[in-house]
């Protein structure tokens, strides 16, 4: 069974850093991309930052210049080091994948809290 494992998250003070780890296991034969979205508390869900087969990134304008997200083909695991957090990027991060396995498969993650204290 393929699936998602998330890890990082928690609590820290604005201007510090975290990161967040997801691997994907299962018998995979390719990932189209994976990345990483967050949910506000009374928000929409919401991409923060994605990497795609080519290894080509998107990253939401609102992190660009504090957030980077990179890719461990090897392992099928995408991290997303968070840089000069602020309060406003308190939310529930959930990765996010579309693979083939062989079908394909859009998974996500249960979700990890990141909480940002001013």
């Known amino acids: 069974q393929v699936q998602l494992v998330e890890s990082g998250g928690g609590l820290v003070q604005a201007g510090g850093s975290l990161r967040l780890s997801c691997a994907a296991s299962g018998s995979i034969f390719s990932i189209d991309f994976m990345g990483w979205y967050r949910q506000a508390p009374g928000k929409q869900r919401e991409l923060v930052a994605r990497v795609l087969s080519g290894g080509s990134t998107d990253l939401a304008d609102s992190v660009k210049g504090r957030f980077t997200i990179a890719r461990d083909n090897a392992k099928n695991t995408v991290y997303l080091q968070m840089n000069s957090l602020k309060p406003e990027d308190t939310a529930v991060y959930y990765c996010?994948?579309?693979?083939?396995?062989?079908?394909?498969?859009?998974?996500w993650g249960q979700g990890t809290l990141v909480t940002v204290s001013a």
């Open positions: 996010h994948a579309a693979l083939r396995a062989p079908r394909y498969l859009a998974l």
